[in-house]
């Protein structure tokens, strides 16, 4: 089972390792639904394992391997929730630049797979890019879960952008700002 | 011969006594302490007589577990934070079970995950 869901799986590029602390990682998750395609569960010793919602044999349908979401817009009244993120965006990083092509702003799956995955059609390095990039009133949170493959494990991809709404039709509108990965566990 | 035998029992008993000495388990600082699971509902408590909109108390409640139970945040908090808002309360009394051998109640997160979210 664990070979056919492998033969299945894109390989992931590189991890970003662009990481936000995880106080303002509750300001731009759904706080009720903070995944769509796995949970974590408790196993021995107080450890936690993550798995498939639907379980693993789902892992071999695409729409049970990504999905491209937008989880929040900063409207009038949450320059609060924008201060904060902003704070921790200048905590020193700088955030890569993606191109419309890869396809968040229309929340294409299809298209947003680019965004995890390699890059090669778009000629765009993640790590070549980078601008300073700071959230404003009316931009959007989008949120990309994707399952991939590194080697032999089966990773999960939880990845979370800034898309300004009014330049979609640009050719830079969205950005990076946090990444986290966690191998998925089938047993 | 009995000096001798006596030499190498008294041996055997020490190495005995080492090696049982190396496989005991060291003490457990890293744990979750029952006490932490009633400051956890305090917080819980403090966070629900808060007026504010969702995304603040949400934000205020891992500040606050974070800073005030970092062991319990990073053992237990950081995951279960990643699962629907509605399993929440189950999978903390899950934890204290499992590992605190603790039947956790805590009306105010029980009312918090009810009554907050979609």
Not at chain 1, 8 to 26: E, F
Not at chain 2, 43 to 56: A, G
Request: aromatic share 8%; glycine share 4%.
């Amino acid at each position: 089972m664990s070979t056919d869901i492998l033969n299945k799986l894109q390989t992931l590029q590189k991890n970003s390792n662009k990481r936000l602390s995880p106080v303002v990682k509750t300001i731009i998750h759904d706080n009720s639904k903070p995944r769509a395609l796995v949970k974590s569960v408790l196993v021995a010793n107080g450890n936690y394992a993550t798995v498939p919602v639907k379980g693993a044999p789902s892992l071999t349908t695409s729409n049970n391997t990504d999905v491209n979401r937008r989880v929040r817009t900063f409207t009038a009244g949450s320059e609060h929730i924008v201060d904060k993120l902003n704070k921790d965006l200048l905590g020193g990083e700088s955030y890569p630049i993606l191109t419309t092509a890869l396809g968040i702003a229309t929340g294409a799956v299809s298209a947003g797979a680019g965004l995890v995955f390699t890059l090669a059609n778009t000629g765009l390095s993640l790590a070549n890019t980078a601008s300073k990039v700071l959230a404003r009133p009316g931009d959007e949170i989008w949120h990309h879960e994707k399952i991939g493959k590194e080697g032999d494990k089966i990773i999960y991809v939880s990845a979370f952008f800034i898309v300004d709404p009014y330049r979609r039709t640009s050719s830079t509108k969205g950005w990076l700002i946090h990444e986290e990965r966690e191998e998925i566990s089938l047993s | 011969m009995i000096t001798t035998l006596y030499k190498a029992l008294t041996y055997a008993c020490f190495c005995v006594f080492v090696l049982a000495s190396c496989g005991q388990e060291p003490e457990n600082n890293n744990a979750i302490k029952n006490s932490d699971f009633i400051e956890l509902c305090n917080i819980y408590q403090d966070i629900s007589k808060s007026t504010v909109d969702l995304t603040t108390k949400e934000m205020m409640l891992t500040e606050n577990v974070l800073n005030k139970l970092p062991t319990l945040f990073n053992k237990l908090f950081i995951h279960i934070n990643n699962n629907n808002a509605n399993s929440r309360y189950r999978l903390i009394q899950e934890y204290a079970k499992q590992q605190n051998q603790l039947v956790w109640e805590c009306k105010a997160a029980s009312h918090y995950y009810e009554t907050n979210f979609k």
